[in-house]
C-alpha cells in the first residue's frame, strides 16, 4: 500500500524540524518514524538525541543528527529502574539540550539556513517546553502510547485522592468505575524504588503536554475514537492523530539491537498461519521459573513458535541458559529461538498466525495492522491497559490473566492458534485491519489529520 500517495517526492517545505525522542526502543521507533513521514512531506529533520541508546545516523543519511552528553554512569545507564533513569534524564539533559537548541537557532540567523518551524519532543521530555518557550520556539509532543492508556496515567491524581494506590492484590479483579473497562489490576504499574518520582514524572509530562502547542498521536480515530474526544475535552490542545506510523516506515533502521534474520528463513519452511511468534518487548523482564513455564508451555502445546528472548528478558541469566540440555533438539525443529527478530516482518509473514506479546503500543498496533490474532500478556505500565482494550473492547486477542503456568499457556495458545474461538478472534482482526487501512489513504482519518498537522506547522 502507498500511504504517501505521491507525496515521497513532496516539494520542499523550506523549513526544519528539530526532533527530540526519548532514548527508549519503543519510543526511538515511533519517533524516527514520525521523522521519516515529515521528511518525505517535504520538511528538512534534524534529530537531538543522548548519547546513551542513540541511534544510528548512517541509517539516515538525509537527516542531521546532533549528540547531546546525558552524563548517565554506567550503572545509572543499565538500571532497571525506568523511573529512576527517566528522571534523571530529565535532569541531566537539561542543560546540554538548551545549550544545542540555542546553537541550532543561532546558526539559523549566522548562516542563513532555513527557518526551525518548530520542536517535537517525546511527552516525556518535560523539560523541554520551558526550554522551547524561553527560546520562542512552539513545542509539539509525540505521545508514543495509546490514548486510552494516557488517560489511565492522567486520571493518577484523581485515583491516588480515591486510595487506589498501592495497588491492593485483594482488589484486583474490581472494576475501576471512574475508567471503563478497566479493573484495579490494569492500573498501569511501574515497579520503581520512586513511587512518588513516578507520580510527580507522570504529572509534569501532563502538564507540560496541556500547555504545549499539539500533540501528536501514534492512534487512529476510527480505533481510539471514544479516547481521544475525551482528550480532548480535558486537553484542548490541537490534536494529530495519524498512526499508525509504522504502515509508512518501518522500524527496522533505528532498532537498537540486530535484527535476527533467520527468523525469516525458519519461517519460510513453516505453513501457512501455524507459527505462534513470541516477543515481550525490549524492556519487560521475568524471572526464571516463569521463563521455564513459557517454555514448557511452547513446548506442550505442540504449535511451532518463534521465540524472541532478549538479553536481559531473563533476570540473572544471560540469555537462554536456565533452559533444560537439549530442550529445543527435542522439539525437532518445532522452535526457533532468536535475540532479536525483525518484528514487522515477522507478523506479515504468512506463517504467523499469533502474537504472544506483552502488549507495548507498537507491537499492538503492528499485530492489528497485520491481521495477528495476540495473546496478552502484560507485564507493567501501558501494557496493562492495552491488554484489556485488545481482549474485551476490540476483542482481538485473550489475556492470560492468572499466574504464569504451563498448563494456562498450552491451552491459551490451543484456543487461539488451532480453535474456533481462535478463527473468530481471526475474523474480527482481519476486519479491523481493513478498517484502519483505510484510515491511511486519501479521505481517511489518519490522512487528513496528517495533511492538517502539515498545515498546522506551516503556521508557525
Ligand atoms: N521489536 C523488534 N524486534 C523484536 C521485538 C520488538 O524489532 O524482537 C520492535 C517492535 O517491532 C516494536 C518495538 O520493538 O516496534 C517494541 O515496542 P513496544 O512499544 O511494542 O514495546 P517496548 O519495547 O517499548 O516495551
Given amino acids: 500500500m502507498d500511504v504517501l500517495g505521491d507525496s515521497h517526492i513532496h516539494q520542499k517545505k523550506g523549513r526544519r524540524l528539530i526532533l527530540f525522542p526519548l532514548p ?44 547531546i552528553e546525558d552524563s548517565l554512569s554506567e550503572t545509572e545507564a543499565s538500571t532497571a529502574d525506568l523511573v529512576a533513569l527517566l528522571s534523571l534524564l530529565n535532569v541531566q539533559c537539561v542543560v546540554p539540550f538548551r545549550n544545542c537548541l540555542a546553537k541550532l537557532l543561532s546558526n539559523v540567523e549566522e548562516e542563513e539556513k532555513e527557518p526551525i518551524a ?70 498501569p504499574v511501574v515497579e520503581t524504588c520512586y513511587r512518588e518520582t513516578l507520580h510527580r514524572l507522570v504529572t509534569e509530562a501532563t502538564n507540560q503536554m496541556k500547555v504545549s502547542s499539539g500533540c501528536i498521536w501514534n492512534s487512529l480515530q476510527d480505533l481510539e475514537l471514544a479516547s481521544l474526544t475525551k482528550f480532548h475535552q480535558d486537553f484542548p490542545i490541537p490534536m494529530f492523530p495519524i498512526g499508525p506510523f509504522h504502515k509508512f516506515f518501518s522500524a527496522s533502521s533505528s532498532s537498537l539491537l540486530a535484527h535476527d534474520q533467520t527468523s525469516i528463513s525458519w519461517l519460510d519452511k513453516q505453513t501457512p498461519k501455524s507459527v505462534i511468534y513470541v516477543s ?21 502445546s505442540k504449535v511451532p ?13 544471560e540469555w537462554i541458559e536456565p533452559l533444560p540440555q537439549g530442550f529445543l533438539e527435542t522439539l525437532d525443529g518445532r522452535g526457533h529461538m532468536v535475540k532479536w527478530a525483525p518484528q514487522q516482518e515477522v507478523l506479515a509473514h504468512p506463517a504467523t498466525g499469533g502474537f504472544w506479546t506483552h502488549c507495548g503500543w507498537n507491537s499492538t498496533l503492528e499485530s492489528i495492522c497485520e491481521g495477528v490474532p495476540m495473546i496478552c500478556q502484560p507485564c507493567f ?15 482481538v486477542g485473550l489475556h492470560l490473566e492468572r499466574k504464569l503456568e504451563r498448563g494456562e499457556v498450552e491451552r491459551t ?24 487501512n483505510l484510515c491511511l489513504i486519501q479521505g481517511g482519518s ?5 495533511e492538517s498537522l502539515i498545515s498546522y506547522i506551516l503556521s508557525f
Fill in 446 to 450: 489518519s490522512y487528513q489529520s496528517l
Fill in 305 to 317: 513458535f518463534l521465540w524472541v528472548v532478549r538479553p536481559g528478558l531473563v533476570r540473572g541469566a
Fill in 280 to 300: 515481550f518487548g525490549s524492556i519487560a523482564a521475568i524471572n526464571e521459573t516463569e521463563f521455564l513455564e513459557v517454555a514448557w508451555g511452547l513446548a506442550n
Fill in 118 to 187: 518548530c520542536l517535537i519532543t517525546d511527552a516525556t521530555w518535560y523539560f523541554t517546553q520551558a526550554v522551547a518557550e524561553s527560546l520562542k520556539l512552539s513545542r509539539i509532543v509525540l505521545r508514543t502510547n495509546s490514548v486510552s492508556s494516557f488517560l489511565v496515567f492522567a486520571a493518577f491524581p484523581v485515583l491516588s485522592q480515591k486510595g487506589y494506590f498501592p495497588i491492593r492484590d485483594s482488589q484486583s479483579e474490581a472494576p475501576v468505575p471512574e475508567l471503563p473497562p478497566l479493573r484495579v489490576k490494569d492500573i
Fill in 381 to 395: 505500565g501501558d501494557q496493562m491497559v492495552n491488554a484489556r482494550y485488545v481482549s474485551d473492547v476490540w476483542k
Fill in 413 to 436: 495458545i490451543r484456543r487461539v492458534m488451532t480453535e474456533a474461538e481462535g478463527q473468530e478472534i481471526r475474523v474480527r482482526i482481519m476486519i479491523l485491519k481493513e478498517k484502519l
Fill in 24 to 67: 527508549l526502543q519503543g519510543h526511538i521507533n515511533p519517533m524516527l518514524q514520525l521523522a521519516n513521514i515529515l521528511y518525505s512531506k517535504g520538511f528538512s529533520i534534524t534529530i537531538i538525541h543522548t548519547n546513551f541508546n542513540s541511534p544510528n545516523p548512517s541509517n539516515y543519511p538525509h537527516f542531521t543528527f546532533c549528540s
